[in-house]
């Protein structure tokens, strides 16, 4: 009778070391997880703030762009010498034809 109830004993020490086993495996894993997943987070976060960083630049790369081919000199310029046109003279009238409708 009392080789039974050492037997049960052992048992349930078996099973309680087993479930505590389990609970710390599993309490691992999720740790193990929760930091591949903070490492991808900072790895993407870290990507994105780079791609952030060319894009600003490419952006102020543009606006000097658009500044420099709107500036009135190059447009001056280039109404000049391939359009032909001239400056505005004041004291000029044109008279333009009235065509048949």
Do not use: P
Not at 36 to 58: C, F, H, K, M, P
């Amino acid at each position: 009778m009392n080789q039974k109830r050492s037997a049960r004993k052992h048992a349930g020490t078996g099973i309680k070391w087993l479930i505590l086993i389990c609970v710390l495996f599993a309490e691992l894993l999720v740790h193990t997880w929760v930091r591949t997943e903070s490492t991808q987070t900072i790895l993407d976060i870290s990507s994105a703030q780079s791609r952030l960083a060319a894009l600003l630049s490419y952006q102020k790369e543009l606006t000097l762009e658009r500044d420099r081919l709107r500036s009135d000199d190059r447009i001056i310029r280039i109404a000049g010498s391939q359009l032909n046109m001239t400056s505005d003279v004041f004291n000029q009238t044109i008279y333009l034809k009235k065509e048949n409708l």
